[in-house]
């Protein structure tokens, strides 16, 4: 099968997401292209952190420590994160009090609120605050927006801490919409404890929990604990449900938005 090239590095992704290792003579053989061109696929895939070169092939990126900053994060899997965005957007309707976590995935939820009108928006995430305060002056929407206090985190550009927390549990919310940087069968997790709590407040505070997740970030598993999968309304994400976790009679909602080559 001739694909695009980014349609070829998600097959990339998701293969290796279902077996941990992946060979380039076998993707080569089954993509109808050069092993050479396989192995620039897997370098350039490997210089964004979504997997580790091998002989051979590749396997599997070990989990990171450290989180990277907001910055970085935002130039990868664009394409992906608008699609997810303008997809969890779609579900947003007139009259919602909605929450909206930090991360660069929900900043494109953020950009593709359009058309609704009596909405309100709480959210921790200093860049999506910005972009809707710049979105409701220029009336692409109707409603307000809600900055949630707390302690600054510069590097991720978000606000937490027990301050946040304790707003949070002053309001209900009909939809939250989460951010993630791990998600397996058993839940979903993040880099940072205070941003982790916050996110879990969300979902308890929500009569709907959407988790907005790229197919990086599938089969990852971080410290921090945001909730079990029992939680989650329905995964926003790239790739469809893995295999194995379908198998695994794994019960949640899953939307795959398709997304621009």
């Known amino acids: 099968m001739m694909l695009l090239p980014e349609e070829r590095r998600q ?14 003579a ?4 089954v993509l109808t292209v050069t092993p050479e061109t396989i192995r620039r696929d897997l370098d350039e895939l490997e210089a964004k952190q979504m997997l580790k070169r091998v002989y051979g092939g590749a396997v599997a990126y070990s989990h990171m420590k450290i989180e990277p900053h907001f ?20 579900l947003i309707q007139d009259g919602d009090t ?17 058309g609704v009108v009596g909405v309100t928006i709480v ?18 929407f109707d409603g307000k927006v809600i900055i949630l206090g707390g302690v600054t985190h510069p590097e991720q550009k978000s606000i937490a801490g027990a301050l946040t927390c304790e707003l949070l549990t002053r309001f209900h919310f009909d939809k939250a919409f989460i951010s993630c940087a791990g998600m397996t069968p058993a839940g979903i997790s993040d880099y940072d404890m205070e941003e982790s709590i916050c996110s879990t407040l969300m979902i308890e505070q929500s009569e709907q929990a959407y988790v ?50």
């Open 11 to 24: 097959h990339i992704l998701e293969q290796l997401n279902r077996h941990g290792k992946i060979q380039v």
């Open 26 to 29: 076998s993707l080569a053989s």
């Open 71 to 90: 910055d970085k994060k935002r130039s990868i899997k664009q394409s992906a994160k608008k699609a997810i965005g303008e997809a969890a957007a779609a």
């Open 98 to 114: 909605i929450v909206v976590d930090v991360g660069t995935t929900t900043v494109e939820l953020v950009r593709a609120i359009r």
């Open 123 to 140: 959210t921790n995430s200093i860049p999506a605050a910005e972009l809707l305060m710049e979105r409701l002056e220029a009336k692409r």
């Open 212 to 261: 907005l997740g790229d197919c990086t970030k599938l089969g990852e598993t971080q410290l921090c604990r945001i909730c079990d999968m029992s939680k989650v309304t329905a995964i926003i994400c790239d790739a469809p449900m893995p295999d194995k976790w379908k198998r695994s009679g794994l019960q949640v909602g899953w939307i795959t938005p398709a997304c621009e080559p």
